[in-house]
T-cell receptor, first 114, second 114 residues
Framework: DQQVKQNSPSLSVQEGRISILNCDYT??????FLWYKKYPAEGPTFLIS?????DKNEDGRFTVFLNKSAKHLSLHIVPSQPGDSAVYFC?????????????FGKGTKLSVKP | DVKVTQSSRYLVKRTGEKVFLECVQD?????MFWYRQDPGLGLRLIYF???????EKGDIPEGYSVSREKKERFSLILESASTNQTSMYLC?????????????FGPGTRLTVL
């Protein structure tokens, strides 16, 4: 059973608008979340993270929001640019395994149209 | 900058062949990981290692083995390749401690088994 869910396989937005990518998790013990971005034929690259002691973390155009009671996080990209078109993976630390073991969602493919 | 390299970007093998996928990282990271990425399934962890000669099974270890003889190198082995092992294989590494949360990925190896 999926512990990290990204229910939207794809998202299309217009350049300059806001992109909102969503992620839900099942285990309230999870306390650290990451977003990765992946272009075709490349490995994923780390984008931004958030600890459960915060409800928001911002880095330039990227902001991640965490709602612990709803076990939900979202990644906001403002303004969206065509170069943001990629697959975005949400991930969390797996405390059932050894350190550094991440659990990934299935990804959301973002398309930003000029 | 962290660099994770994988021996091949594209590989074509035949059913039953033994396949070696090599991964090398240059940041003295303790942890190394092998994932496969398939459309609609996201990143799935095959094996990981948090020390030389140590290995742990991930979510889908069947049909795979690994070797970590040196800290910087983590090899994934398909003993007898099958068509359902056609996939994108991604290697990642991370340091120990809190920084273990951030994994750095290689560019991936696209393996096709005929």
């Amino acid at each position: 059973d999926q512990q990290v869910k990204q229910n939207s396989p794809s998202l299309s937005v217009q350049e300059g608008r806001i992109s909102i990518l969503n992620c839900d998790y099942t285990n309230s013990m999870f306390d650290y979340f990451l977003w990765y971005k992946k272009y075709p034929a490349e490995g994923p690259t780390f984008l931004i993270s958030i600890s459960s002691i915060k409800d928001k973390n911002e880095d330039g155009r990227f902001t991640v929001f965490l709602n612990k009671s709803a076990k939900h996080l979202s990644l906001h990209i403002v303004p969206s640019q065509p170069g943001d078109s990629a697959v975005y993976f949400c991930a969390t630390l797996n405390y059932g395994g050894s350190q550094g073991n991440l659990i990934f969602g299935k990804g959301t493919k973002l398309s930003v149209k000029p | 900058d962290v660099k994770v390299t994988q021996s091949s970007r594209y590989l074509v093998k035949r059913t039953g062949e033994k396949v070696f996928l090599e991964c090398v990282q240059d940041m003295d990271h303790e942890n190394m990981f092998w994932y496969r990425q398939d459309p609609g399934l996201g990143l799935r962890l095959i094996y990981f290692s948090y020390d030389v000669k140590m290995k742990e099974k991930g979510d889908i270890p069947e049909g795979y083995s690994v070797s970590r003889e040196k800290k910087e190198r983590f090899s994934l082995i398909l003993e007898s390749a099958s068509t359902n092992q056609t996939s994108m294989y991604l290697c990642a590494s991370s340091s120990s401690g809190r920084e273990a949360d951030t994994q750095y990925f290689g560019p991936g190896t696209r393996l096709t088994v005929l």
